[in-house]
T-cell receptor, first 112, second 113 residues
Framework: NAGVTQTPKFRILKIGQSMTLQCTQD?????MYWYRQDPGMGLKLIYY???????DKGEVPNGYNVSRSTTEDFPLRLELAAPSQTSVYFC???????????FGSGTRLTVV | KQEVTQIPAALSVPEGENLVLNCSFT??????LQWFRQDPGKGLTSLLL?????REQTSGRLNASLDKSSGRSTLYIAASQPGDSATYLC????????????FGPGTRLSVLP
């Protein structure tokens, strides 16, 4: 049972480039989330999804887009990378309300 | 707006000590609270999930309590070991839709051999 899998683990982007962070889970969880973690700032919610075809903005959605075409996958898209998007990105999933989170191992992104 | 704080920010203790980590939240209308552990450069590992109807949860040497009325939770670690060294975060839901968690800044724990 793989849990929540994130790829890539590390990436360096140049300003203005685009990329997609992949997240997939094999636990048949309905809810999926993208967080970013900056040093000393804690985790901030970017986007979340309560099921296939449904996505909602979190606290810091600007500069990002998501899609949820299947239950398993929840990719995060950066269209025009900026230095402010340098961070560690975590994907998480949950079975539903009143259930806990399972996190992926993270993607460390640097924008130069 | 739900805000979560954790005290202390960092803690260093000798091996074998019992210790308490504190978490406070501003909106007591929560339906659960979760404690996580994060090792340096790693993801978050779920430790304990406390439902609003529960007052505490136990897993091995860990015990988490929840007092909704006062907006507080504590994580008690018994007989600490060097392997317990990590950052501990608590998280509470923002609202009752989608279970979006707000995370505290964490307590960085060092257990010295």
């Amino acid at each position: 049972n793989a849990g929540v899998t994130q790829t890539p683990k590390f990436r360096i982007l140049k300003i203005g480039q685009s990329m997609t962070l992949q997240c997939t889970q094999d636990m048949n969880h309905n809810y999926m989330y993208w967080y970013r973690q900056d040093p000393g700032m804690g985790l901030k919610l970017i986007y979340y999804s309560v099921g296939a075809g449904i996505t909602d903005k979190g606290e810091v959605p600007n500069g990002y887009n998501v899609s949820r075409s299947t239950t398993e996958d929840f990719p995060l898209r950066l269209e025009l990378a900026a230095p402010s998007q340098t961070s560690v990105y975590f994907c998480a999933s949950s079975y539903g309300d009143s259930y806990g989170y399972t996190f992926g191992s993270g993607t460390r992104l640097t924008v130069v | 707006k739900q805000e979560v704080t954790q005290i202390p920010a960092a803690l260093s203790v000798p091996e074998g000590e019992n210790l308490v980590l504190n978490c406070s939240f501003t909106d007591s209308a929560i339906y659960n609270l979760q404690w996580f552990r994060q090792d340096p450069g790693k993801g978050l590992t779920s430790l304990l999930l406390i439902q609003s109807s529960q007052r505490e949860q136990t897993s091995g040497r860990l015990n988490a309590s929840l007092d909704k009325s006062s907006g507080r939770s504590t994580l008690y670690i018994a007989a600490s070991q060097p392997g317990d060294s990590a950052t501990y975060l608590c998280a509470v839901p923002v609202n009752n839709y989608g279970q979006n968690f707000v995370f505290g800044p964490g307590t960085r724990l060092s257990v010295l051999p």
